[in-house]
């Protein structure tokens, strides 16, 4: 069974930066995509990055561009989201899943994952 283990959650100010990891395997990161979403309460899943690990393609979110980095250490088996000038609207549960490889253009829709982390919650409040 294929594990994505997200951590680095936590309460934040806003304009504070966080940085979540997912832990994988190389297997993981090898054959699939590791992508972002997002839910806070009472919304949808959103999409908010994914990294393809064996070309380093990346995608964002448009509303998120500028402020959130994805990045992957293949030493680590360990992919990344560094979260910058953070705001009270970017409070939710993040979540860490994997897609087949080739769907590198729905990597930031919620449908054909194929596995889900169990997330990390993230509060931006004063």
């Known amino acids: 069974q294929l594990q994505l283990v997200e951590s680095g959650g936590g309460l934040v100010q806003p304009g504070g930066s966080l940085r979540l990891s997912c832990a994988t395997s190389r297997f993981t990161l090898d054959y699939y995509l590791i992508a972002w979403f997002r839910q806070a309460p009472g919304k949808e899943r959103e999409g908010v990055s994914c990294?393809?690990?064996?070309?380093?393609?990346?995608y964002y979110a448009d509303s998120l561009k500028g402020r959130f980095t994805i990045s992957r250490d293949n030493a680590n088996n360990t992919v990344y989201l560094q979260m910058t000038s953070l705001k009270p609207e970017d409070t939710a549960v993040y979540y860490c899943?994997?897609?087949?490889?080739?769907?590198?253009?729905?990597?930031?829709?919620?449908?054909?994952?194929?596995?889900w982390g169990k997330g990390t919650l993230i509060t931006v409040s004063a």
């Open positions: 990294i393809r690990s064996n070309d380093g393609n990346t």
């Open positions: 899943a994997a897609k087949e490889a080739s769907l590198l253009g729905l990597c930031l829709s919620p449908v054909r994952v194929d596995y």
